[in-house]
């Protein structure tokens, strides 16, 4: 079947820390991988997404790249800023269906 | 970029009420709707698919005569939570598929809370 699993939170840094978030995958087929942002109140919004192997997605200085051999799609991000707080979602698509990770909530300190 | 609201935002209601949440795409139309439930600390569960103007399609495990959803028109989908009870308290998303693409907006959420 279709799943994901990702790091639990909540992932607490200081401001310029170096972030990674760990996303596993299964899946049959060739999913699409996706990281999705929500921040308090809003809906989830598109952070990047990558649609085959060694694909790297990047936004906002964020980036993941699809890695077949290890099923993972983690997130990086060099420096992170007090914005950057949020909960972050990992998902697969396949067959035009979407399956989330559970979310990690991350907290930045100034 | 695509606009997604719902409404309510928060709604609580006693246990046997039926409550309806809108789920609405306000800059693009969408012939595909998805629905999601949030629970606690847990990721998003599809719960059923509908097409506009066709009857929508439940997950395993949905009722489908518990949960009602109507695809009316391309910028419009109603989720109806016939006779709740507590267990039905969640966070319910909905999900337009923009037209004629496979990209999926998602609204803001609607929280559930059943006395």
């Known amino acids: 079947g279709n799943s994901v699993t990702q790091m639990e939170g909540p992932v607490t840094l200081s401001e310029e820390a170096f972030l990674t978030i760990n996303c596993t995958y299964t899946a049959t087929g060739y999913p699409s991988l996706f990281w999705y942002v929500q921040y308090p109140g809003e809906g989830l919004q598109l952070l990047l997404k990558a649609t085959k192997a060694d694909d790297k997605g990047s936004n906002k200085g964020f980036e993941a790249t699809y890695r077949k051999e290890t099923t993972s799609f983690h997130l990086e991000k060099g420096s992170v800023q007090v914005s950057d707080s949020a909960v972050y979602f990992c998902?697969?698509?396949?067959?035009?269906?979407?399956?989330f990770g559970s979310g990690t909530k991350l907290n930045v300190k100034p | 970029g695509a606009v997604v609201s719902q409404h309510p935002s928060r709604v609580i209601c006693k246990s046997g009420t039926s409550v309806k949440i809108e789920c609405r795409s306000l800059?693009?139309?969408?012939?595909?709707m998805f629905w999601y439930r949030q629970f606690p600390k847990k990721s998003l569960m599809l719960m059923a698919t509908?097409?506009?103007?066709?009857?929508?399609?439940?997950e395993q495990g949905v009722e489908k005569d518990k949960f009602l959803i109507n695809h009316a028109s391309l910028t419009l989908s109603t989720l109806t939570v016939t006779s709740a009870h507590p267990e039905d308290s969640s966070f319910y998303i909905c999900s337009p598929e923009l037209e004629g693409t496979d990209t999926q907006y998602f609204g803001p959420g609607t929280r559930l809370t059943v006395l």
């Open positions: 998902a697969l698509n396949n067959f035009n269906k979407f399956y």
């Open positions: 509908s097409n506009e103007g066709s009857k929508a399609t439940y």
């Open positions: 800059d693009f139309q969408a012939t595909t």
